[in-house]
């Protein structure tokens, strides 16, 4: 398990695991952070086929409270430009989506994909079509 928020850390391990030909299934090498810390990381190893895992801590307040302020303050790295570096992304995913807001909808089935789409018009039986169903 290789449970970090520290992006180099991870890269190592990647870089690792790519030199030894681990596969990033079936090796049993994990990948773990803390729900709501380094999430682009976590997302980032999924989409590439590495087993990534969120934990969430639970139990008694008095218990969990002192180990998520210790974890924070051990990850305070990712408060400086871990957080800086994190607006970057959101910023550019937010202008992707206000530039093309149905980028990937193609890929949802046909009852899940928003009205116009695919670039058309909805027509006025498929707008009545859409409220006999409301």
Sequence with gaps: MVASHN???????????VARNIPPTG???????????????T??????GYQAFKYVPYG????????LIRRAHENSSIMGA???????????????RLRHPFAGADNLPQA??????????PTDASATQQQGHA
């Design 7 to 17: 992006q180099t850390s991870i890269e190592r391990a990647v870089a690792g695991m």
């Design 27 to 41: 090796s049993g090498v994990y990948f773990g952070q803390l729900l709501g810390m380094s999430d682009n990381l």
């Design 43 to 48: 997302f980032t190893l999924g989409q590439h």
């Design 60 to 67: 008694p307040i008095e218990l969990v409270m002192p180990y």
């Design 82 to 96: 871990g957080v800086s570096s994190q607006m970057v992304m959101l910023r550019k995913e937010l202008w992707r």
């Design 112 to 121: 899940l994909r928003p009205a116009g789409a695919d670039g058309s018009q």
